[in-house]
């Protein structure tokens, strides 16, 4: 059968799953990520073989360590990924809530209904967790999936994918419900981005290249999980003890990720006062500095940023920094350089916080808090399937909600228009 | 100044735009629009004598009759616009609403505000009613918009713009919220499809040709409004003269709209009793019917159907119509056949009601009543911007709350995470 065969054919059997799906119980759907969690305990040596194989060959290709360590699977990593499936066993289906209902002048009654979207696709990179949590999300929210995961993970996603995949059709859940692109092949994925009649929806996982191909490829709709080039402002009426703790904060708590800030953006009112000791207290967690000639005058040994600088996602421990004349320049300069992820201020002006809080384009503005808040833990839904840097469908990190769309229900007793 | 150079002005001044209309107060917006539709009444002459170079120009190139009417503005076409706008006045405005706050347990406050897109690029065919009705609501939702109207309506695009756009800047509306692409090189479409730098979203509203060209070629966020290859099933524990009036009323109260019914769906048990009276009343309506052979065997003069004719969209006084053994089989004929948009059972019976209604995967699904009524206006939004046939962000018809996103809003008081 040809690669084409074959993805039309995964296509179909997702579609109609995704059918089924959408009628399914909830608790249906809650035994079945119990029964997936179980599995993936039970068949733990199994899971752990496949993943030999794939560190071996890994290593035989000469992955970085960072990679490696992705990829690796331990008895403990995979007991982690069947207590998230647990936990989705706790929050609420999101499937077949009644948003709203309302009664026209001629007795039409007309409501949203809360659906799954139907068959949502995954493109994502090395890690093997995301196959577990992905399949998860979209189970409880009642859509049918095809994962596409890295090639260096392809023997640890198929022993994935085939323990829970049996476990959820043991449950009831339809067949063809989780799936998993069988090869690594790069034409499959970019099947995918054009499989409008099977998939709903694509939701690319990885770094920007990645993103950027999905975006330009596909004509499946994209939820585009983001790049972030995150700044913190800190005004001249700014708690400086508070800012400087939050700064360090933003940057070294977890630097490889897209909520981590990427450049401080210092009011030149406070620069000198505050500067010197953030700086000092950024170093000791490692931090490399770069800034611009203002930010140099006052500390003298600090490398000079360039314009790349300031357009740069480091995921590293360095940090762009800029001495701003105002809360004005601050705005300018996030609007044209930043990528709409997460934005902070610090300051105890209420005027120049809820300016900054209306002003600023981002998926989330922050007054006085870390930007490494931008999650769908610490938000509070329980649950994130990535962070969305788009403005459709949705923005920020996306839970169970963000993972289904809504239909007009319509409720007549022989209404026609006139 | 190339073609790029110049997409790129009108992409940078939108954006610039749209960061200070996303402040601007509800009541700066309404004083705008009465400003544009009292505009649009004082410059009538003006308009006219543009419209009147279109369809000059329009019948030299030998446009249909009915091509000719969508290009028309009359005084009185001029003033239904201007009343459009004024509508628009009444309506809630979206933006500003915080949809929901919470507080985490460290305290962090966190909020889902609802503010515009940003920047929406319209492209659309010959109606120049488009070109007010799509800036008035844009404007109330706080977007600036780029507008793309079809080659034959330019003249008549060209000064309705620099009449409601003169007429917002005077009411205190930035420069650059309100733009027509002012040529009719078809590159212009091309590239606003890929300006993701200055575009947040692009709305095409046409025909499939259209939709489908922008689908396949945008990386810019596509809001696809639809095709409707829309059903009526009548059930055999239906009301059968309602059947015939809402059937009907589906098929010729507007034949030529994407809400109207194109094929007719039977349950064998009532055909005979159903289909002899129902067509009868069509075909008094001019309407031609193609039927499956058992549609044949009743009504024996019927067209045969060919399976391409299940597919089509006829947009005209035309029905196919075919018998299915049961619920079952109407559904899995909407699912192979339909375009998701409008489906209707037509039923008595609660159970297959309910069961139509959760499983039928379109936009609106009604039960005893006119597919017809798939209309912002009909569902009491007040306005609409387009029915939208995808699952992401908006489905169903558009209307202001559906040209806006949200960014979440974070209070802290100096939370860092752990």
């Known amino acids: 059968m040809s690669l084409e065969s074959q993805m039309i054919e995964l296509g179909k059997r997702a579609k109609k799953a995704s059918y089924i799906l959408a009628g399914i119980s909830t608790e249906v759907k809650n035994q079945a990520l119990l ?69 026209r002048p001629n007795g039409l009654r007309v409501g949203r209904l809360r659906v799954p979207l139907g068959v949502i696709g995954i493109i994502y990179e090395a890690r093997p967790n995301v196959t577990v949590d992905a399949a998860g999300l979209c189970l409880k929210a009642g859509n049918a999936v095809i994962l596409r995961g890295g090639s260096e993970a392809l023997q640890s996603n198929l022993v994935l994918t085939r323990v829970i995949s049996a476990a959820a059709v043991s449950a009831g859940i339809p067949e063809g419900a989780i799936q998993l692109v069988p090869t690594t092949d790069r034409e499959a994925a970019n ?31 994209v939820l585009k999980t983001g790049v972030g080039n995150c700044h913190t402002y800190v005004d001249d009426e700014a708690d400086l003890e508070m800012a400087t ?35 000092a207290a950024l170093r000791e967690k490692g931090v490399e500095l770069r800034g611009c000639e203002k930010v140099r005058e ?20 360095i940090l762009a920094v800029k001495v701003v004349r105002d809360l004005e320049e601050a705005i300018d300069h996030i609007h044209t350089y930043g990528t709409k992820h997460s934005e902070a201020i610090i300051t105890n002006n209420y005027q120049k916080a809820m300016l ?21 833990h610490q938000f509070g839904f329980g649950a994130e399937i990535g962070i969305s840097t788009q403005k459709l469908h949705a923005r920020g990190p996306m839970g169970l909600e963000e993972l289904t769309s809504t239909k007009f229900v319509i409720l007549g007793d022989g209404q026609i228009r006139s």
Chains 1, 2 share one sequence.
């Open 35 to 103: 029964s997936m969690a179980r599995a993936l305990e039970e068949r733990m040596e199994l899971i752990l073989d496949a993943n030999q194989q794939d560190m071996d060959a890994g290593r035989a290709k000469g992955l970085s360590g960072a990679l490696l360590d992705r990829l690796l699977l331990t008895a403990e990593r995979i007991k982690e990924m069947a207590d998230g499936l647990r936990d989705l066993v706790g929050l609420p289906d999101p499937v077949g809530e009644v948003i709203k209902m309302w009664t």
């Open 245 to 279: 703790k939050i700064v360090v904060n933003a940057k070294t708590q977890r630097p490889g990720v897209c909520n981590a800030m990427e450049t401080l953006l210092v009011n030149e009112k406070c620069a000198k006062s505050f500067l010197p000791a953030a700086a």
């Open 356 to 376: 900054f809080v209306q002003r600023v384009d981002a998926a989330a503005v922050f007054v006085n808090a870390s930007t490494r808040f931008t999650d769908g």
């Open 191 to 221: 099947m995918m981005m054009t499989m409008n009649d099977y998939i709903d929806v694509l939701i690319p996982r990885g770094g920007a290249g990645l993103i950027n191909a999905v975006t330009a490829n596909a004509t499946v709709p």
């Open 298 to 317: 006052i500390i003298p040994d600090c490398l000079p940023a360039s314009e790349e600088d300031w357009a740069t996602e480091y995921l590293d421990l």
